[in-house]
């Protein structure tokens, strides 16, 4: 997989990388299409994180209630837990990073076609995480 973001003004990524998936995009230019995809990919993101678990094994997922009442923000950080046991492989991680990054494809494509920004979606949300620190806690 390669790794060359070093090559793009990291300022620009986000509206070089849509400019890249505009031009790239005609088969699937409806907005029904993107929608759809979007959906695709999502399902696609799940079933490699449980292919992950059920078919290559080098992660497991060992569930169970979580407990958030009367607790204060470092005992929830402490206690939260993600379920996931192990490490994801090599193989895994390759195959999520596909999927992951045909997500945002069609996320860029669902912001060229309402005339969104990415990167202005991105700070703000980044900004608003920043701003609101724990109380912005999802
Ligand atoms: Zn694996």
Redesign the pocket.
């Given at each position: 997989m390669s790794r060359n973001l070093e090559v793009y003004d990291k300022d620009n990524v986000c509206k070089e990388f849509q400019e890249q998936v505009s031009k790239s995009l005609i088969r699937h230019k409806s907005v029904l299409d993107i929608i759809t995809k979007l959906d695709e990919f999502n399902a696609r993101i799940n079933r490699a994180v449980a292919?992950?678990v059920t078919?290559?094994?080098?992660?497991s997922i060992h569930a169970e209630k979580q407990e958030f009442d009367g607790k204060s923000y470092e005992e929830l950080t402490d206690k939260v837990k993600t379920h996931l046991h192990g490490t994801?492989?090599?193989?895994?991680?390759d195959i999520l990073e596909i999927e992951i990054g045909d997500y945002l494809f069609y996320l860029a494509a669902l912001c060229n076609t309402l005339e969104l920004d990415l990167f202005e979606i991105l700070s703000q949300e980044h900004d608003r995480n920043k701003t609101l620190g724990i109380f912005s806690l999802k």
């Amino acid at each position: 997989m390669s790794r060359n973001l070093e090559v793009y003004d990291k300022d620009n990524v986000c509206k070089e990388f849509q400019e890249q998936v505009s031009k790239s995009l005609i088969r699937h230019k409806s907005v029904l299409d993107i929608i759809t995809k979007l959906d695709e990919f999502n399902a696609r993101i799940n079933r490699a994180v449980a292919k992950s678990v059920t078919s290559c094994g080098c992660i497991s997922i060992h569930a169970e209630k979580q407990e958030f009442d009367g607790k204060s923000y470092e005992e929830l950080t402490d206690k939260v837990k993600t379920h996931l046991h192990g490490t994801i492989c090599e193989n895994c991680k390759d195959i999520l990073e596909i999927e992951i990054g045909d997500y945002l494809f069609y996320l860029a494509a669902l912001c060229n076609t309402l005339e969104l920004d990415l990167f202005e979606i991105l700070s703000q949300e980044h900004d608003r995480n920043k701003t609101l620190g724990i109380f912005s806690l999802k």
